[in-house]
């Protein structure tokens, strides 16, 4: 999870055999419990169902799901979505957190 300029605020690492949506489980605590203040959270459809309900009834977040519509032909940038996927550019920016280093090179 990123705020909204894109800085962590919470991660979640799994294995590969492990969904997203599973994996999101435990997310929203790690969030809440450090950063109170945080009311909304916004996700990607993939995150709608149960996760959205248990984050309302239980932490008093708000989740709210943005979803691409059947309508979107090509490339749409989506609302809030850009944030996230711009940190991911940012991590890959520095191939060393991304890829092994070669044997005997920095």
Known sequence: ???TNGLLLAVAVSAANVGDR??????PRRLR???REITLVWAEGGYAG?????????LGLALE??????IME????????WVVERT?????YSRCLARPLAHGRR
């Open 88 to 92: 991911f550019s940012w991590l890959m």
């Open 65 to 70: 799901v943005v979803k691409r519509q059947d």
């Open 22 to 27: 599973d994996a999101a489980v435990p997310l």
């Open 33 to 35: 419990t450090p950063h």
């Open 74 to 81: 090509g490339f749409v940038v989506l609302p809030r979505r």
């Open 50 to 58: 149960a996760l959205v309900r248990r984050c309302g009834q239980k």
């Open 1 to 3: 999870m990123t705020d």
